[in-house]
Structures are given as structure tokens and as C-alpha cells.
């Protein structure tokens, strides 16, 4: 199976890099933003550096939407797994048109107030993963995983 991993850097590379047992025996891709603790951390694995910052900028939304086109036809993974920021957004709405398999995972710290990325991201989802049963209430149709961290 082929991997496309979409993540930004600190915490939600460390979402990712918890799943490891899941997707080290895979072909993969990493796509992520090109900063000191995503380069150690994805040192010897392949990454395509996405543009930063991702929040509410809209110029880089649109690079990165090219970025997406340009990797997804490339690369043409099976399923494409994030656990956002902004980053995720340009990859599943492509991952879509491409009839690409999306998973995405909630962060674990946004209990109450669903993020920005799991709302735009969960009608793109194929599969849509919670940590915590209580944020089922914003996603009712998620599976809870439990805690990664």
C-alpha cells in the first residue's frame, strides 16, 4: 500500500509519527512544512516540503493546492492519512476529485471546539477518526481511536 502522510509541524507530526506500527511497512510520502523539528524527525524518510504558514493565508492555500495536484498525479497514493493543519485541506479536496481514499484524525487537544480542518475536512473523509468519544458530538459519523499520544 502506498501512503501519502499530510501533517503540519510539532504536535500533529507527533500524531503521525505515534501511528509508525501502522504505516512503517509501507511505501510513503510524507508532506509537511520544512522546519527544524519536521527535518530531524523525517531524517532519512522521503517529504515534499508544503508552504507555510497555513492559517487563514490564502497565497499559500493556493500553492499548496497546486502542490497537491502536482503530487497527487505523481505519486498517485491509496489513501492519503492527516491529522491536519491547513495543509490537509488542498490535499483531500484533490484526494477527492482523484477518487484518492482520505483518513483523517482529529486532534486530541480540541475536545469541545472541533478545528478549523476537521470541518472542512470531514465531507471530504473517507474514514474520519476522534480521540475521544466526547468529539463524536461534532463528528457523529467518526471512529474513536483513542488517545495516539
Not at 22 to 30: N, S, T, V, Y
Not at 71 to 88: F, K, Y
Not at 114 to 137: G, H, I, M, N
Amino acid at each position: 500500500m502506498k501512503i501519502l502522510l499530510v501533517t503540519s509541524p510539532g504536535g500533529h507530526l507527533a500524531h503521525l509519527l505515534a501511528l509508525r506500527s501502522w504505516w512503517q511497512g509501507h511505501d510513503r510520502l510524507w508532506v509537511t512544512a520544512q522546519q527544524p523539528d519536521t527535518e530531524l524527525a523525517l531524517a532519512g524518510e522521503r517529504v515534499v516540503w508544503s508552504h507555510w504558514p497555513t492559517t487563514r493565508n490564502i497565497p499559500n492555500a493556493i500553492k499548496n493546492m497546486a502542490l497537491a495536484v502536482q503530487v497527487l498525479r505523481a505519486e498517485r497514493p491509496d489513501v492519503i492519512v492527516s491529522d491536519g493543519a491547513g495543509v490537509a485541506v488542498p490535499f483531500f479536496a484533490i484526494a477527492r476529485a482523484m477518487g484518492i481514499t482520505t483518513a483523517y484524525v482529529e486532534c486530541c487537544d480540541r475536545v469541545e471546539v472541533p478545528s478549523l480542518t476537521a470541518k472542512l475536512c470531514y465531507p471530504l473523509s473517507d474514514v474520519f477518526c476522534v480521540q475521544w468519544e466526547r468529539q463524536k458530538r461534532s463528528f457523529p459519523e467518526a471512529n474513536n481511536i483513542g488517545a495516539l499520544l
